[in-house]
């Protein structure tokens, strides 16, 4: 009776031993600069119910130390995947992240950054630290940065013949968006090692001196523009503001080497309950080179808009137009302008 007493109070408390042994706190959930050394990690704790959670939180705590926490709007353009798939340049790349993680946080500011250990209180809640070790993380953004000076070097050094062409506009444009990247990264690298990034910004051509240069070759290229049944030249006048805003001179002058024309029509249409005039309207320009008899752009769409009377149907969908000019039209010609091919 005295060892089976003896065995079942062994056993209570090693199951206690073990319980106590498994909810016992990490030192780094309190106190993580105990177990990372802030000289050379940056940390931070997540705590929430869910997993997923708690990485997104985690992460969210560093990236904000790059004033950064949410996941930026830009998406790299074709010429810049293009180049980084062939090792011209470097940029970020998402790492083993969950979608949460990869939706709400800038992929620029996850560059280093580690999910390191994972703890479950009693009551359930899941505690989760990210790390950052900041000399392999500096070595990383160094890298990318000289890297990508090398290429901007290449192409602001490139030789043509073509100076005063769309194509040598999209090659400095390419050295623009390279050098933006680039200040991203300078800034970020600014806050884990200020002294190697003080030696590499002098290394780098800013992006403000590269976008002065591509205004130089864009007031150097001359545009006529032109629209059929643009009868008062309010749509000519739009979308002139809209190759003025990227830099380009417009021309009422017919033999230009580029011109981006084209023609709205309008029909009236009478819906079967005749309540309102519809206009329908359908545009269609495009951009060309003559120098080599190219169509470079074409921008077209339709729509249509209703009124009490044809008239005012017919200007409400020149307004259409013309709002267009400075709304989608733009983001498509900018879209045209990042994917011409560049050779150099």
């Known amino acids: 009776m005295y060892k089976i007493t003896n065995f079942f109070a062994l056993l209570i408390?090693?199951?206690?031993?073990?319980?106590?042994?498994?909810?016992?706190?990490?030192?780094?959930?309190?106190v993580p600069k105990k177990v990372?050394?802030?000289?050379?990690?940056?940390?931070?704790?997540?705590?929430?119910?869910?997993?997923s959670?708690?990485?997104?939180?985690?992460?969210?705590?560093?990236?904000?130390?790059?004033?950064q926490d949410v996941a930026s709007a830009s998406v790299s353009s074709s010429r810049m995947e293009q180049a980084s798939n062939e090792g011209k340049v470097a940029i970020a790349r998402s790492q083993n992240f969950n979608s949460k993680i990869m939706r709400k946080v800038d992929v620029d500011s996850l560059v280093g950054i580690e999910i390191k250990e994972y703890w479950t209180d009693a009551e359930k809640n899941i505690y989760?630290?990210?790390?950052?070790?900041?000399?392999?993380?500096?070595l990383l953004y160094s890298n990318m940065i000289e890297k990508n000076n090398a290429e901007i070097k290449k192409l602001l050094n490139a030789k043509t013949d073509d100076e005063f062409s769309f194509e040598n506009y999209a090659r400095i444009d390419f050295a623009r968006e390279i050098s933006v990247l680039n200040e991203k990264y300078l800034s970020r690298l600014s806050v884990i090692d200020f002294d190697k990034?003080?030696?590499?910004?002098?290394?780098?051509?800013s992006a403000a001196d590269i976008n002065a240069m591509l205004l130089q070759i864009a007031k150097q290229i001359p545009v006529y523009v032109y629209f059929q049944n643009d009868s008062d030249g309010r749509v000519r006048s739009a979308y002139a503001k809209m190759l003025n805003s990227f830099g380009f001179r417009t021309s009422q002058e017919r033999n230009e080497r580029y011109s981006f024309t084209g023609s709205m029509n309008f029909e009236q249409n009478i819906p079967k309950d005749k309540s309102s005039v519809q206009c329908r309207y359908t545009f269609k320009a495009d951009l060309k080179d003559s120098a080599?008899?190219?169509?470079?752009?074409?921008?077209?769409?339709?729509?249509?808009?209703?009124?009490?009377?044809?008239?005012?149907?017919?200007?409400?969908?020149?307004?259409?137009?013309?709002?267009?000019?400075?709304?989608?039209?733009?983001?498509?010609?900018?879209?045209?302008?990042?994917?011409?091919?560049?050779?150099?």
């Not at 959670?53 to 004033?67: H, K, M, R, Y």
């Not at 752009?297 to 400075?326: C, H, K, M, P, V």
Request: with cysteine; net charge neutral; aromatic share 10%.
């Open 13 to 30: 408390c090693g199951i206690s031993v073990c319980f106590a042994a498994r909810v016992k706190e990490p030192t780094w959930v309190s």
């Open 36 to 51: 990372y050394n802030p000289e050379k990690y940056l940390s931070y704790v997540g705590k929430a119910k869910d997993k």
């Open 53 to 67: 959670q708690a990485e997104l939180l985690a992460v969210e705590g560093i990236a904000s130390v790059f004033e």
């Open 128 to 138: 989760v630290i990210a790390v950052l070790d900041k000399p392999k993380t500096s």
């Open 197 to 205: 990034a003080s030696e590499l910004e002098k290394q780098t051509v």
């Open 292 to 344: 080599f008899v190219q169509n470079l752009f074409t921008l077209s769409f339709d729509g249509r808009n209703s009124s009490n009377s044809y008239s005012d149907a017919q200007n409400r969908a020149l307004r259409a137009i013309e709002a267009r000019a400075a709304g989608n039209s733009t983001e498509e010609f900018r879209k045209f302008l990042q994917n011409i091919v560049v050779h150099y």
